[in-house]
């Protein structure tokens, strides 16, 4: 066995592989980012239709009532932006990154790896992601004792400490 071959094994090793729970606190980091961004850019939207609807009125109750009813486009267009700035940081903004990985991820201390102990490419990143969101469901039950998830498996990584 090459030293090369040593190296590989000693960061793949399963001890250095991320356990389900150091998985879920870096989703619950994810998923507490996810809402304040939410309330942000709610805020945001929410204010950019009080601003550019025609309501005849001041009272905040009546504008809302008058957007659902009269001006439904400001209110979809706010939703699709909200929907937007979140897909965009689950799937764009850990590509921005030197290596490929959410915030919540970088608070919980993880990082993929590929099978040559290496880190994984944005496009890797990217296939991981959608595989993992389409075998959501069933992606905690296929854990093994390995640590690897369905999506791992698939894409040929690992979720490892740094």
Do not use: C
Request: no cysteine.
């Amino acid at each position: 066995m090459s030293l090369n071959e040593q190296w590989i094994q000693k960061l793949t090793a399963v001890h250095y592989r991320a356990s389900f729970w150091s998985r879920i606190l870096g989703f619950i980091f994810d998923l507490v980012t996810m809402f304040f961004l939410w309330l942000i850019v709610g805020v945001f939207t929410t204010l950019w239709m009080l601003v550019t609807s025609n309501a005849p009125s001041d009272d905040f109750i009546f504008i809302r009532t008058y957007i659902l009813e009269n001006e439904p486009h400001l209110f979809y267009t706010a939703i699709g932006i909200q929907i937007v700035v979140l897909l965009l940081y689950l799937f764009i903004l850990p590509i921005t990154f030197k290596y490929p990985r959410t915030v919540g991820m970088m608070i919980a201390g993880t990082k993929f790896l590929g099978t040559d102990a290496k880190e994984i490419t944005k496009l890797t990143y990217l296939k991981r992601e959608l595989l993992k969101w389409i075998l959501f469901p069933g992606a905690l039950l296929l854990f093994r004792k390995n640590k690897q998830s369905a999506a791992d498996l698939l894409t040929k990584t690992y979720v490892t400490y740094y």
